[in-house]
């Protein structure tokens, strides 16, 4: 069974410094997805950003990037120049690359942007 | 721009009354389809899953129920409702968005079941 476990439960970071939020996850597939969402206080889920297991390079959305390593099962987002409406609960999920597209979820890292 | 509609947003129901929570998806064809509810703090808990019409997958044991009667609509029911039923309802569908393997969440209904 895939687990994904994020071991930070609380950050905080100065406005436009640069923050790492951490994840990482157990599978035997080898195709597969990752993502990181971002729930604001509003609690809708946004899609922050996509990786594909079989892509060697490390998917980036503008201010927001992920270092992939899939041998050591990490997959950390980088926020850079953080902005206040950074603020907000992130998610790291799983999901296989086919099928039902179900996710495994981990727990959450609360961020918050102080000015 | 929002692909995923739910409503409504807000609900205050009392113990012991039914419950019917809608979805609906934009600009796809054949989504998969998916219920999460969310405690005030916690993680997301997936409660049903759709790949098509009238399949519905259950994933935890509980006082709900889903439908899916129409190819972009899927619904969340119960008969009676508990007082554990509350939280945050959000629904998610494959393929509103760039890639048609990713879920694009909709923006969700609070319950408060009184």
């Known amino acids: 069974a895939q687990t994904v476990t994020q071991s930070q439960p609380e950050m905080s970071v100065q406005e436009a410094e640069t923050v790492t939020l951490s994840c990482t996850y157990d599978t035997s597939e080898n195709n597969y997805y990752l993502f990181w969402y971002k729930q604001p206080p509003s609690r809708q889920m946004i899609l922050v950003i996509r990786q594909e297991a079989y892509k060697q390079q490390n998917a980036t959305e503008n201010r927001f990037s992920v270092n992939f390593q899939k041998a050591a099962k990490s997959f950390s987002l980088k926020i850079s120049d953080s902005q206040l409406g950074d603020t907000a609960m992130y998610f790291c999920?799983?999901?296989?690359?086919?099928?039902?597209?179900?996710?495994?979820f981990g727990t959450g890292t609360r961020l918050k942007v102080l000015a | 721009s929002q692909t995923i509609h739910q409503w409504p947003a807000t609900l205050v129901q009392p113990v012991g009354s039914p419950l019917s929570l809608e979805c609906t998806v934009e600009g796809t064809s054949n989504p998969n389809l998916y219920w999460y509810r969310q405690a005030a703090g916690r993680g997301l808990q997936l409660l049903f899953y759709?790949?098509?019409?009238?399949?519905i997958s259950s994933e935890v044991p509980q006082n709900l129920s889903a439908s899916r009667p129409q190819d972009r609509q899927f619904i969340l029911s119960s008969k009676k409702l508990l007082l554990s039923d509350s939280g945050f309802y959000l629904c998610?569908?494959?393929?509103?968005?760039?890639?048609?393997?990713?879920?694009?969440f909709g923006p969700g209904t609070r319950l408060t079941v009184l």
């Open positions: 998610a569908g494959t393929g509103a968005g760039l890639w048609t393997d990713t879920q694009y």
């Open positions: 759709s790949v098509g019409i009238g399949q």
């Open positions: 999920a799983f999901s296989k690359a086919s099928g039902t597209y179900k996710y495994i």
